[in-house]
Nanobody
Framework: EVQLQASGGGLVQPGGSLRLSCAAS????????IGWFRQAPGKEPEGVLC????????YYTDSVKGRFTISRDNAKNTAYLQMKSLKPEDTAAYYC????????????????WGRGTLVTVSS
């Protein structure tokens, strides 16, 4: 059974940092590209960024460039979203997803989704 679980969310002050993790099980992790998505309260879901099997990174939104980065540890079946200089507008539920398609342009290109983790940026 394929399982994904995002974790690491919480309350952080503006300007702070967080690292989210996406732990996977039940399949060969390094066969998949990994994407992070988010959904803010009352808004449509938004792609954040993704990483290919080979480590190529694509940003879905310019709003996080220079502040967020993604990495993967295939030995641990885990991907990470490192976030710094957080802003109140980064407040959202963050989801990780895995897919075999690359380039992956949209959420429909992903096959497996995990439960989200909530990030709240507030003073």
């Amino acid at each position: 059974e394929v399982q994904l679980q995002a974790s690491g969310g919480g309350l952080v002050q503006p300007g702070g940092s967080l690292r989210l993790s996406c732990a996977a099980s039940g399949f060969r992790f390094d066969d998949y590209a990994i994407g992070w998505f988010r959904q803010a309260p009352g808004k449509e879901p938004e792609g954040v960024l993704c990483i290919s099997r080979n480590g190529d990174i694509t940003y879905y939104t310019d709003s996080v460039k220079g502040r967020f980065t993604i990495s993967r540890d295939n030995a641990k079946n885990t991907a990470y979203l490192q976030m710094k200089s957080l802003k109140p507008e980064d407040t959202a539920a963050y989801y990780c997803a895995l897919g075999t398609k690359w380039p992956a342009y949209d959420s429909v290109d992903y096959d497996h989704w995990g439960r989200g983790t909530l990030v709240t940026v507030s003073s």
